[in-house]
T-cell receptor
Framework: EDQVTQSPEALRLQEGESSSLNCSYT??????LFWYRQDPGKGPEFLFT???AGEEKEKERLKATLTKKESFLHITAPKPEDSATYLC????????????FGEGTQLTVNP | DGGITQSPKYLFRKEGQNVTLSCEQN?????MYWYRQDPGQGLRLIYY???????QKGDIAEGYSVSREKKESFPLTVTSAQKNPTAFYLC??????????????FGDGTRLSIL
């Protein structure tokens, strides 16, 4: 059974304190790993797609990386506006367009 | 203004009542999806549709029904058979054009509660 596990469940940082979120996956034939940001009461907002081990994507203070077993979302010098829940999802070769989501990491950045 | 519109934002269901959640898109996307989100849990797929007049069950379809009569619309009905309907419901769409691994894009959800 495909599994996606995110850690930690919650993370509290001070403004400017860099850290990383983890997304571990066990799927047969990864066809894409997706990162989303979700604000309270809103739908998830797409951030990145990663396809193969070694790939990296960046956007402002966020950088996503991918290995054969996990993905990291690195947050450099975070600001309070980066506070949100970050979700990862995977698509595997036999699932068509379906995604399997992790439970998310709730990030709080204090000023 | 392009996007995905879910309505209503809040919905209350009485015992034994069916309720319908609306999802409309003007992105010309082929695929549409319904997810349920509960506190502390990831998104779980209820139903999805790749083309008009066709849809498939997801992981938790029991107690729900859908239709896809138009490309722009994918309404979800929560029936009285769904005994624990309180949740945040999210609709997503995805284009079928270009590279095969396009992301899903989400609406802003409907929060359903039991009266």
């Amino acid at each position: 059974e495909d599994q996606v596990t995110q850690s930690p469940e919650a993370l509290r940082l001070q403004e400017g304190e860099s850290s990383s979120l983890n997304c571990s996956y066990t799927v047969s034939g990864l066809r894409g790993l997706f990162w989303y940001r979700q604000d309270p009461g809103k739908g998830p907002e797409f951030l990145f797609t990663l396809y193969s081990a070694g790939e990296e994507k960046e956007k402002e203070r966020l950088k996503a990386t991918l290995t054969k077993k996990e993905s990291f979302l690195h947050i450099t010098a975070p600001k309070p506006e980066d506070s949100a829940t970050y979700l990862c999802a995977v698509r595997q070769e036999t699932s068509g367009s379906r995604l399997t989501f992790g439970e998310g990491t709730q990030l709080t950045v204090n000023p | 203004d392009g996007g995905i519109t879910q309505s209503p934002k809040y919905l209350f269901r009485k015992e034994g009542q069916n309720v319908t959640l609306s999802c409309e898109q003007n992105l010309n996307h082929d695929a549409m999806y319904w997810y349920r989100q509960d506190p502390g849990q990831g998104l779980r797929l209820i139903y999805y549709s790749q083309i008009v007049n066709d849809f498939q069950k997801g992981d938790i379809a029991e107690g729900y029904s859908v239709s896809r009569e138009k490309k722009e619309s994918f309404p979800l009905t929560v029936t009285s058979a769904q005994k624990n309907p309180t949740a945040f419901y999210l609709c997503a769409t995805k284009t079928g054009q270009g590279a095969g691994n396009q992301p899903q894009h989400f609406g802003d959800g409907t929060r359903l509660s039991i009266l």
